[in-house]
Structure formats: structure tokens, C-alpha cells
């Protein structure tokens, strides 16, 4: 049992150490975009993410067959995810030289309500997909897998919630400049 600690403990460090590492890679360079780092930042955080649960995992032989399309649910999962946030940013962009009083006026809340559902479906359909994609893998792990899994899950959910909390922050910060 002190084994497995340690190799949980190990598996936490290496998603923070991953959410950092993708961060550094994306350091401010000449004539790149904040869209396009933060394209290549996600990325690298998703591939990282893969690696580190294939490992968490420590797949049998005979589980293997089931994990490349569970890594092409999580990858189309990140590009969804993705393509939502940069839409998002491009419509934020086209308000940037309008007042918030214009902005308000020329607001469409039908139009509004139309893109949140569309996304909504669309994460929908991303969830269920990551889901039929685990099934069959999940049902072949052992209860030391099932458990590393519930770990990797509760670790990756509280780094999503600081993640955002992070961007409201930074969201914050750059209104004050």
C-alpha cells in the first residue's frame, strides 16, 4: 500500500509538473498570437495528460487494443474545447472598440442562446464519446487500475477548477491595465 502512495503521489506531481511544463513552452515569443500560444499550450497539456494516465494506468497486454480510441476521444475532446474558446475570443475581440452600453444595445439574446446551445450539444456529444470510449477499457481494469483512475479524475478536476480560477484572475488583471 506504500508502494501505490507513492506512485500516486508521483502521478499528481507529474500533472502539475505537466500543467507548468506546457506553460513554460509557450512563453511570450516574437510575432506569435496569445490564440496561437494558448493553441499550442493546450496541446501540449493534453498530450502530456495522455501520457500521464496511460502510465497512471499500467495497461495489460490485452487492454491496449482499447486505448487508441480513447486517446482520440480525449484529443478531439481538447480541439471541441479548443475551437469553443478562440470563437469565444474572436467574438470578445470584435466587442473590444465598442462601449459596454453599445454593446449591450446591440445585443442579440436569440443569437446568444442559439451558440450556447450549439456548444452545449457539442460537449455533449465530446462527454459521450470520451465515455463509450472508456467503457470498454474500464470494464476489463482491476480494482488497483479503477482506483488510480478515480485519483487521476479527482486530481485533473481540481487542476481544471484552478485553471479557471487562474484565467478569471488573469481576465481580471488585464481589465486593470
Not at 105 to 113: E, K, N, S, Y
Amino acid at each position: 500500500m506504500a508502494f501505490e502512495s507513492i506512485r500516486i503521489a508521483t502521478i499528481a506531481l507529474a500533472i502539475t509538473a505537466a500543467s507548468s511544463f506546457a506553460q513554460a513552452q509557450t512563453s511570450p515569443t516574437a510575432g506569435a498570437t496569445s490564440t496561437q500560444k494558448s493553441d499550442v499550450s493546450d496541446r501540449l497539456l493534453t498530450e502530456e495528460r495522455i501520457d500521464i494516465v496511460k502510465a497512471a494506468l499500467q495497461l495489460r497486454p490485452e487492454q491496449t487494443q482499447y486505448w487508441p480510441a480513447l486517446e482520440r476521444a480525449i484529443r478531439e475532446r481538447g480541439k471541441g474545447r479548443q475551437a469553443r474558446l478562440a470563437a469565444a475570443s474572436d467574438r470578445l475581440r470584435d466587442m473590444g472598440d465598442r462601449s459596454t452600453v453599445e454593446i449591450l444595445q446591440g445585443r442579440d439574446p436569440v443569437a446568444f442562446l442559439q451558440r450556447r446551445s450549439a456548444n452545449l450539444t457539442q460537449r455533449a456529444t465530446e462527454l459521450k464519446n470520451l465515455a463509450d470510449a472508456w467503457q470498454p477499457l474500464y470494464q476489463t481494469m482491476s480494482p488497483d487500475q479503477k482506483r488510480r483512475m478515480t485519483i487521476l479524475a479527482v486530481l485533473v478536476l481540481r487542476e481544471l477548477r484552478d485553471k479557471v480560477e487562474q484565467r478569471r484572475m488573469d481576465d481580471d488583471d488585464d481589465d486593470e491595465d
